[in-house]
């Protein structure tokens, strides 16, 4: 497996390799989760190259940006065992050299939910995620479900900017006890990664609402909120029951069926998860 920095040794390795050629950026201090989504890029492409880049643009909070974990030794073990080809490793330097000023605003789908609460996030997602299409030219690109509405904002966007790779969603990995695995799940407390499968309770208690028949949004979400009521560590941010395309918050569920989220604060630890409910 190669290591790249650079962005122009990056479009030498990638120059000569016939796609169809898989891509799947992180930032690093990787889990099963992000294995995963290399599987997934390998069963849809005999080549897999993945990036490793702690984006500042994406960060609203500086304390958030500096406290994000960084293994890169260890993430290279593990893309190398999970047959990555390529890893870009660019520094900030690289990707944001001087005078960078562009932004990319995706519209209506990147306002609400996360967007309202990390103001400018996904500006940053946006132009980082470009750049690395831009330099990597994967034909796939697999991002995980777990970041629901990263995943709506780039769709949007790729078909936006008639960006040519295809978007593909990878499973949310979970641990035992249903906590998504995240990479910050590492900066909870004893006590706060106790106290967090209660994340998963309410999703599920929707999940399972859902299925004997309820539609009715409102009561989704106050029954979300009523879970997480329950464990007095978690600090709900939002609970959202909203289309699943355009993120705008349901009445009721129709056959396009909803997107289920919420974050939740456990101490200065941010968790986000969500279910998908209906037709994909
Ligand atoms: O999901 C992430 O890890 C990041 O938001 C991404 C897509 C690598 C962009 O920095």
């Keep these: 497996m190669k290591l790249v920095r650079a962005i122009r040794e990056m479009r030498e390795v990638r120059a000569p390799l016939d796609a169809p050629f898989g891509f799947v950026p992180t930032m690093g201090a990787l889990h099963a989760g992000h ?3 290399v599987r997934r890029a390998r069963d849809l492409c005999p080549r897999v190259g993945a990036s490793i880049f702690v984006n500042p643009a994406q960060f609203n ?3 958030d940006l500096e406290r994000y974990p960084r293994t890169l030794e260890r993430d290279l073990e ?3 065992g999970a047959g990555c080809e390529v890893v870009f490793a660019p520094e900030p330097s690289e990707i944001y050299p001087d005078g960078f000023s562009t932004s990319i605003d995706v519209g209506p789908v990147a306002r609400p939910l996360e967007g309202a609460m990390r103001p400018g996030h996904f500006n940053g997602v946006a132009v980082v995620v470009t750049k690395l299409l831009n330099i990597v030219r994967p034909t796939h690109a697999v991002f995980g479900q777990k970041d629901a509405q990263q995943l709506a904002v780039i769709r949007r966007m790729v078909r936006d900017l008639d960006l040519p790779v295809e978007i593909v969603a990878g499973p949310t990995m979970r641990e035992a006890d249903g906590l998504a695995m ?6 909870l407390t004893a006590e706060d990664r106790a106290a967090a499968p209660i994340v998963w309770q309410a999703l599920s208690a929707v999940g399972d609402a859902y299925s004997r028949g309820e539609r009715d949004a409102g009561l989704l979400r106050g029954l979300m909120s009523g879970v997480l009521s329950r464990e007095r560590r978690a600090l709900p941010e939002y609970v959202s029951v909203a289309d699943p ?6 009445e009721q569920i129709g056959p396009a069926g909803a997107l ?3 974050a939740v604060k456990f101490g200065a630890v941010r968790l986000i998860d969500n279910v998908v409910l209906g037709p994909r």
């Design 35 to 37: 294995l995963s989504l």
């Design 61 to 63: 909070d500086k304390r």
């Design 78 to 80: 593990m893309l190398r």
């Design 182 to 187: 995240s990479s910050r799940n590492a900066l």
């Design 245 to 250: 395309v355009t993120l705008v918050e349901l």
């Design 260 to 262: 289920v989220s919420l």
